[in-house]
């Protein structure tokens, strides 16, 4: 059963549109006495599908999703490595260098 707002008041303020009312807002009324329905029987075992493990989830992706986007993956994943590396190799170049600096002195 679903809770009545009620939201009429028996108070002796003015009307709301008289001007010398202030204009905030009037929160419903609670209804305290709300019980909720008791689903003391229910369980899910009527479902159609039965939940998937992951191991079945991951196998479907990749054995159906997975293939198609292999080889672009792949090759981003080659470009961001590679980007990735050349600023590493120039920084260990740029360090040796500094090492040989500041040994021959």
């Known amino acids: 059963m679903k809770p009545i707002l009620l939201t009429t008041y028996k108070d002796r303020r003015p ?4 001007r010398g009312v202030s204009k905030r807002r009037r929160s419903p009324i609670t209804d305290y006495s709300y019980h909720s329905v008791a689903f003391g029987g229910f369980s899910g075992r009527h479902m159609r599908n039965p939940a998937q493990s992951f191991w079945n989830i991951a ?4 054995k159906d999703e997975a293939r198609h986007d ?3 993956e792949a090759a981003l994943f080659a470009f961001v490595t590679v980007t990735a590396a050349l600023p590493l190799m120039n920084n260990l170049h740029a360090l040796i260098e500094f090492v040989r600096a500041i040994t021959s002195h």
């Not at 009307?15 to 008289?18: M, P």
Request: hydrophobic residues 45%; aromatic residues 36%; glycine residues 10%.
């Open 15 to 18: 009307d709301a549109f008289d």
């Open 59 to 62: 196998g479907n992706y990749l």
């Open 70 to 72: 292999f080889w672009s």
